[in-house]
């Protein structure tokens, strides 16, 4: 590889992460959003549970559980926000793993450029 083709690739990986920091930003909002909106989901399942509303989970009708199982049947009331939740975590996980890989390869890149920079001086 020549000095100019790995300076290119140096600066891909730059625009790259920049640009993964950008959308990583998003996932970090997208994540936060989905954790607040499980959680305010469960509060008020609990609400209306204890108030006697009736719902209806896999066609099952439930209303007035016991105290100590409303938990668990709000959990189940609201799996779609708790799906929600998980997917915007896996996003962010996948993203901060990416990002790391890309950093490995701009490392790798400068390395090479040093190491051919410093053999052409010689």
């Known amino acids: 590889m020549e000095l100019l083709a ?4 140096i600066e891909e990986k ?6 993964g ?9 997208n994540k936060a959003e989905t954790m607040a909106n499980y959680e305010k989901q469960i ?8 108030n006697g509303l009736e719902f209806e989970l896999e066609g099952n009708k439930i209303k007035n559980p016991p105290a100590s199982f409303s938990e668990k049947i709000a959990k ?3 799996y779609q926000e708790k799906l929600d939740m998980e997917t915007a ?4 996980k996948n ?5 790391g ?3 490995a390869e701009l490392n790798g890149y400068q390395s090479i450029f040093r190491y051919i920079s410093h053999e052409s001086e010689n």
Do not use: F, H, P
């Not at 730059?14 to 640009?19: A, F, G, P, R, S």
């Open 43 to 50: 509060a008020i399942t609990l609400i209306k549970l204890k």
């Open 101 to 103: 890989a890309i950093e």
């Open 89 to 92: 975590e896996a996003q962010y």
């Open 6 to 9: 790995i300076s290119r690739k």
């Open 76 to 78: 189940g009331i609201c």
């Open 14 to 19: 730059i625009k790259t992460l920049e640009l």
């Open 95 to 99: 993203a901060i793993v990416g990002m």
């Open 21 to 29: 920091r950008d959308i990583l930003k998003e996932y970090v909002k």
